[in-house]
């Protein structure tokens, strides 16, 4: 290293500009720790996309660095790129119990090992090449989440995870405030926090405020009540649970999601049930509509989530009656919300009760409002400051909340994917790039799907598609067979003859023209047939269809 | 008739269920009056389409009954639909000037005579067939809206329109509390109302506050400001132009639609702008930045939009520069968040500041919120009561309203679209139903793509096509050429040459089974080749690309 000042690197691959994909590298010369390797769900124009992970060249270029995975919770956002990770580098995985149980299911959908993961519980220390890391108990929307103190050899960095302050959690732990504040006075080099709900105003409010919504819920009822919320939300699940015992209720659970996690927190003591009030969900035929609850899936409108399928009368266990009470104890995450109002709709023309939306009381964020962002922070005192988890506008609020609090704005960084964050004791800076972006999946492939798939993809989607056969004498450039023009997409043939008729003339009239013209490249034909039928249906449609030629040589 | 007794007749075409498209057919014996003729924006799943109307099958089958056509407003939702409908009925039209400026504008650009249209103020009553409607001054975010008593046979109907309570409105003119007042006295038969805020509780604020959040963000900016809001919004640019004045700052107007908005407003004097105020965008190079406001459009992050393209730095007239404030004066419309996210992310990065969001005061809504419904119930006062304008939860929502208000349930009727309301003076029913749905126009063709040509594009957008082309000899069934494939929109061919190369021979072995077992029809080929190459590709690729075999024969 000669005379160059020490330095620590921080990488984010995922997470920052974007909700999702979280993924963050901190290197310190040839020791790599990784924090986090998430999905994201794609955007509407990226068609046919199942979900997205970010580009890890970097890690693979340097996989003989990388000491460790610490993971801070287990949501898909943090843990779902894993199976793709761990196929490609193997190294120790650290997390907490219920982490790494709901790890492991996917890990084994995907048929990858799940011999490197190492189990820790908040307070523990793990090394990791040069780095030490400590598990700190936060509150989140699924229990057994941590932040992160990594002590570096120039200081200490603090990573707050996905967090929230919920004074009265339903388990009874706390987000340990006494951890953060003894790393505030022992001095953080830098801080990573969650940005999320850097634009909220105020506090957000205690997982245990649902429970009081749901009480009321139960006590308005009169016959089945149905909840549907996120699979991931085990203390959501367990205010259910512990409000339809309060009511005499039997708890079936149904969705596969719902059903794995439930199983899993069950097993791992995460969820509480007296014996017997569970039940199988086949058996709820036993029982009349007041002594039954349903938790399940589909709070988001997902198609073929269960609340979905029951809204559309296309489930095969449980058919909506009038005197359903339904509750989604979710908000709808931007772009999901006709999603759930169609299926709010479907469900009330069942006759059923929906409880939904925000005024409700049935549904809180997991995620930090400003004034726990500021308490944060009072806390760590941290030297620099990085805002992550959140999209460029969010990062941008959290930072200038750090201002209002009295940072100086030269330690203050607003980072993106792939952009190096370099900090020596004394001071920070953005520096250069490393490879960094989406992979996208779809189906078993991974990657294979770029932008000139997708663009033909959209092409297809707006206008469909006109193919042009046909066959030519490969000697004299004489027409044998053909044109013959078949659509899809684009209109619907049968009501449509005349234009395809006079489409079909156009075609023939341009390969008239290529051979008055002495034009024998097939390339060239091509081009003018795809031109001339181009123009011909953009003038009388105002439509762009793909369209495309084949020539079949004999 | 014979001992029937008379009957009025109600049939929402559109806007029931459904936000957008609204249009109403009042019905008494051989007299049709139709209320709003609107469009839709099209659902995500309605590839490639640019957007929906109602159908008018019961309109034109009955085209020699239709008096009129009466218009709330000039709202797309409420006009758009017209230029459609007068190309096949013609019948008088009317609305008031600032609609019917607007609705001129459409009508020319799409060819259609404009010779049948008729101005009303807000108190005249007009006459068709043997209807009497009057017009009723009411607030909305466009000027020159009202809602309509309709004088039947059979007793009085009250339609609001879109409505709110503003009690200090931007042109000083109020919804004309006592002529509703006045006509709940007289006796009002049924009542149809404005359902878009039923779940909204509270009081929907004034556009005049809007006004004070412009003066804060006005008084804070030092270079130069852009507002970017609806261009139906009128009194919105109204408020710009006058914080604009009070700065002593000119305005610029950019957007095609918001140029034409403004220019037929000052035209008919619903905007005011003193002398010298407004100039032209190619102007603004002349003044400093903090002498300087542009009005315009992308509020909503339309892809082809002013602002979106200043985002994108991608504006021929306009580039952002550090220190510009915009202010997106409008809250997305449920399925446009992520629009705008982008745009703002984007402006964000290109150093703007930013002034959006539900905090920040820089919109209201044009709807009733509940209390506003409350008192409007309590001033009409009707016997019977459909809610309309909404979603179905909306219309259940409102319908719950009322009777908290105390109205018999059986005098209030969720309908739905092409449903008839029939009511006579002592009692109403949902009886029989019309042809209604919606007609999907794309680029010039209205009507011509339908679920076959919808469900294509799905399946292309999602795993895009594979074309298998071959030749054979007519007489002997003998493969003179190929079979070639090719793809679009499935995997980048070039990365995938393996999985192409066995595909191929999928085919191949398809054809020689066919041929061994003397398959010789073309559809039972194909349909082999299908299903030996969809097979074959789902297993390696989780995916299910349109297979789309074409025989050529010579």
Chains 1, 2 share one sequence.
């Not at 994201?40 to 990388?66: A, R």
């Not at 084994?108 to 220390?125: F, R, S, Y």
């Not at 709808?332 to 469900?347: F, Q």
């Not at 370099?422 to 294979?448: H, S």
């Amino acid at each position: 290293m000669g005379k160059e000042p020490q330095k620590v690197q921080i990488i984010p691959l995922g997470g920052l500009g974007e909700i999702g994909k979280n993924m963050t590298v901190i290197q310190y010369e040839d020791d790599i720790l990784l924090i986090d390797a998430g999905l994201m769900f794609p955007d509407e124009d990226m068609l046919g996309i199942d979900l997205v992970i970010p580009d890890i060249t970097y890690l693979l270029e340097n996989s003989d660095k990388v000491r460790g995975i610490v993971l801070t919770h287990g949501h898909e956002d943090h843990i779902g790129a894993l199976p793709y990770v761990l196929k490609q580098i193997d190294v120790p995985v650290y997390g907490t119990r219920l982490t790494l149980g709901i790890l492991e299911g996917r890990l084994k959908e995907n048929n990858v090992d799940c011999g490197n993961l190492h189990a820790v519980m908040p307070g523990d220390i793990i090394n990791a090449g040069c780095f030490s890391v400590g598990f700190i108990r936060v509150n989140h929307s699924i229990p057994d989440a941590v932040g992160l103190s990594i002590k570096t050899p120039l200081g200490m960095i603090v990573h707050t995870g996905d967090f929230k302050l919920d004074y009265t959690p339903i388990d009874g732990k706390m987000t340990d405030f006494k951890r953060f504040s003894d790393l505030g006075n022992k001095g953080v080099l830098l801080m990573m926090a969650d940005s999320t709900n850097a634009e909220k105003e105020g506090h957000t409010s205690s997982e245990r405020t649902v429970g009081i919504a749901f009480d009321k819920a139960f006590h308005n009822a009169k016959q089945r009540i149905i909840v549907a919320t996120f699979s991931s939300n085990v203390h959501r699940i367990q205010q259910v649970i512990d409000t339809a015992c309060r009511y005499k209720r039997k708890v079936a659970i149904l969705g596969r999601s719902m059903v794995n996690v439930v199983n899993i927190s069950l097993e791992l003591g995460y969820i509480h049930a007296p014996e017997g009030t569970l039940i199988d969900i086949d058996e709820i035929g036993n029982y009349t509509g007041s002594q039954v609850v349903i938790i399940t899936t589909g709070s988001q409108g997902e198609p073929m989530s269960a609340l979905t399928r029951m809204a559309m009368s296309d489930h095969r266990k449980v058919n909506i009656v009038p005197g359903d009470t339904i509750i989604i104890s979710a908000t709808p995450i931007p772009g999901n919300e006709k999603l759930v109002s169609r299926t709010v709709d479907n469900l009330l023309k069942l006759g059923a009760n929906v409880i939904y939306g925000r005024n409700e009381g049935i549904h809180v964020s997991g995620h930090a409002s400003q004034e726990e962002l500021k308490l944060m922070h009072n806390l760590v005192r941290p030297k620099f400051f990085m805002p992550v988890h959140g999209e460029y506008h969010h990062l941008v609020k959290h930072a200038k909340l750090a201002r209002d609090l009295g940072m100086p704005k030269e330690n203050i960084f607003i980072g993106e994917n792939g952009q190096i964050l370099e900090i020596t004791k004394e001071k920070g800076a953005l520096t250069g790039k490393v490879t960094a972006g989406r992979v996208l999946v779809d189906g078993l492939g991974v990657g294979d799907v770029g932008n000139i798939v997708l663009r033909d993809r959209r092409q297809l989607s707006q206008d469909g598609i006109l193919i042009i056969v046909l066959t030519m004498n490969k000697q004299t450039g004489e027409v044998l067979s053909g044109p013959d023009i078949v659509s899809r997409g684009f209109v619907y043939v049968r009501e449509s003859e005349a234009l395809m008729d006079e489409a079909r003339e156009r075609v023939e009239q341009a390969l008239e023209r290529c051979q008055d013209s002495n034009i024998t490249e097939w390339a060239a034909i091509k081009s003018n047939v795809r031109d001339a039928l181009g123009r011909y249906l953009f003038e009388k449609t105002r439509r762009r269809p793909m369209i495309l030629p084949i020539i079949m040589e004999v």
